[in-house]
């Protein structure tokens, strides 16, 4: 009761299936546990979502393109008539309590997500994602405990879908490929700029977007774009899977491009009409840190803290504390962000007991000896994966559940992808940067612990690129050294930073800081501790399974460091290794 984040967690961690639909029960028990309460003790229950709006839109979509919204219409009733519109009534019985559910708005949560946890007193609030009930953006300020939301653009004009159909087009999954989309844009040109511009979307000055509906399907259909789209922009969508081609390239370039205009319109409108020199950021979109990076250098706001669970795991968190500054009318005393590492921990005697239990072989070392254990083997080539303390909350790995790369090798980044990550070669990866030295490499003018800004790395440490090489092939292109720390240098010579300081993570800082020593870098490849298609791993059995279904050489689980030559024979495979419960 005192107004700081105690836990939180997404189902996905404990199920171990991607964006989990279903009723968080794992996630709860933990957050409760953590919390050292039981259901029967809480005050109230929030739900981030108004169920009645979203279905209100649901159905007036369903009117409006009738007959053909049928089978949408059809598919979402079983689950809504079901579950969805008796949400009080499920919640009490899953967690067997009789308190009151309230409910916030979609993106009244994603502001409460975005301001609350900032270190700002006041500042203006900027989201922006697919939908939540009819929004899809809104804008407004904060001050002390009050929120205003003064305005909001309505679905199905969406910056999120926009983006969305785009990625849906170029062969990947939405809801998860949309970060691939953005790493794939440098590799193109933005030569559909304008035609996107002129035919699929009206931008207008103040950042708000009306989509020309006969290009997009995901009104009346079971996907994103169709056949007008296909014909606008040269064939037929590209199949999952398949090579990807210049079209996919600039096809992301030119979109990016789109989005980054509409999010300069976006945040130079708030700033006049609010007047803030801060601003906060959530919402799915607020994801896109190179949008993010193109707000900071505009220019227009002093400050800019985005909510590293930006999307919809963040909005649960949004509105708790809605609630507790809005209904319950506590101030904001204090912070009650210390972080994003609010999920589940082990200590050396669940790990040792887990490893024991299943006879695999395991050093023991202290805390300096694993700093420098794990910095020694990075610094000669080997791929370690990192679990130590809570889990993050949101998408990023940044030094709880992470694996760890040399960036000065040309050849970590295809390892990683490939025999580690088993994802496309082209996707980018971070590093993460002792934050004192963050500027001799990047021209970054601010802390960026969350990975939720891009940064151009320094002229000085470029190296130039070959003539003709925008013409070559995409892998001839990844293999050109662009950089002493090749592996983290993108292709336009940007990369995700995550600077790292003793206050945010002491043991990943003192790792960073010990392969300085060894190395002269400080610098390191951090990228999230699981392969694609999986979670992010929670617990000490995924973290092996993990381990010893990839190539990855070492693990450290706390104070416990583990040798792949030294394991027993792995048998779960790469499917179902994650069959096992904890």
Not at 23 to 33: I, M, Q, R, S, Y
Request: charged content about 25%; some cysteine.
């Amino acid at each position: 009761m005192d107004g700081r984040i105690t836990a939180a967690a997404q189902e996905e961690r404990f199920s171990r299936i991607k964006h989990d639909p279903g009723f968080p029960e794992k996630a709860v028990d933990f957050c409760l546990k953590k919390g050292g309460i039981q259901a029967r003790d809480l005050t109230c229950v929030v739900f981030y979502d108004k169920p009645f709006l979203t279905f209100d839109r649901l159905l007036m979509t369903a009117l409006a393109t009738a007959p053909f919204g049928l089978l949408p219409w059809l598919k979402a009733m079983p689950k809504w008539l079901g579950r969805n519109l008796h949400t009080p009534r499920v919640i009490k019985k899953k967690l067997g309590c009789t308190c009151p559910v309230l409910f916030t708005e979609h993106h009244e949560a994603h502001a409460a997500a975005a301001f609350y946890p900032s270190p700002f007193e006041s500042a203006a609030i900027l989201t922006m994602d697919g939908v939540g009930e009819w929004a899809a953006a809104s804008y407004g300020a904060g001050q002390g405990r009050e929120i205003r939301l003064f305005k909001e653009m309505h679905f199905p004009h969406s910056p999120g879908l926009l983006y969305s159909a785009f990625t849906a087009f170029c062969g990947f999954k939405v809801n998860s490929g949309e970060y691939k989309l953005m790493g794939l844009a440098p590799f193109g040109e933005p030569k559909y700029k304008d035609l996107i511009l002129t035919e699929l979307v009206d931008l207008k000055e103040d950042g708000s977007l009306c989509l020309n509906m006969a290009f997009f399907d995901y009104l009346s259909a079971m996907r994103m774009t169709g056949e007008k789209f296909a014909q606008l922009f040269d064939g037929p969508p590209r199949k999952p899977e398949t090579e990807i081609t210049r079209r996919e390239m600039d096809l992301a370039a030119s979109i990016q491009a789109v989005l980054e205009e509409a999010a300069l319109k976006m945040a130079a409108h708030v700033h006049k009409e609010t007047g803030e020199k801060n601003l906060c950021l959530a919402g799915g979109v607020a994801l896109n840190c190179a949008a993010n990076a193109k707000i900071v250098q505009q220019g227009l706001f002093e400050n800019i803290w985005v909510q590293p669970a930006a999307g919809d795991a963040g909005s649960a968190l949004g509105a708790a504390l809605a609630v507790w500054h809005r209904v319950c009318q506590e101030d904001r005393t204090g912070s009650a962000w210390q972080g994003p590492y609010l999920g589940p921990s082990f200590s050396n005697k669940e790990v040792r007991a887990f490893l024991d239990k299943n006879q695999y072989p395991f050093h023991r070392c202290d805390d300096m000896e694993r700093a420098w254990v794990t910095a020694q083997h990075v610094a000669q080539g080997k791929i370690v994966g990192y679990m130590v303390g809570a889990m993050e909350f949101g998408p990023r790995a940044l030094g709880a559940r992470s694996i760890l790369g040399d960036p000065r090798d040309p050849r970590t980044q295809q390892v990683m992808n490939k025999k580690i990550k088993f994802r496309e070669s082209f996707r980018p990866f971070a590093p993460a940067v002792l934050e004192e030295k963050a500027a001799e490499y990047f021209d970054l003018d601010r802390p960026s612990p969350y990975m939720l800004f891009t940064a151009p790395l320094r002229e000085d440490k470029r190296l130039p690129m070959a003539p003709g090489l925008s013409s070559k092939s995409m892998m001839e292109r990844l293999k050109q050294p662009r950089s002493g720390i090749p592996a983290v240098t993108h292709l336009d010579y940007s990369a995700r930073v995550q600077t790292v300081s003793r206050n945010d993570k002491p043991d990943f800082y003192d790792v960073i800081k010990e392969f300085e020593n060894h190395t002269g870098c400080p610098v390191m490849v951090n990228t999230s501790f699981n392969v694609r298609g999986e979670p992010i791993v929670c617990t000490p059995r995924q973290a092996y399974n993990c381990f010893m279904k990839t190539e990855m050489d070492v693990l450290v689980m706390e104070n416990n460091i583990l040798y792949k030559e030294e394991q027993p024979p792995y048998q779960g495979g790469r499917k179902g290794a994650y069959a096992k419960p904890d």
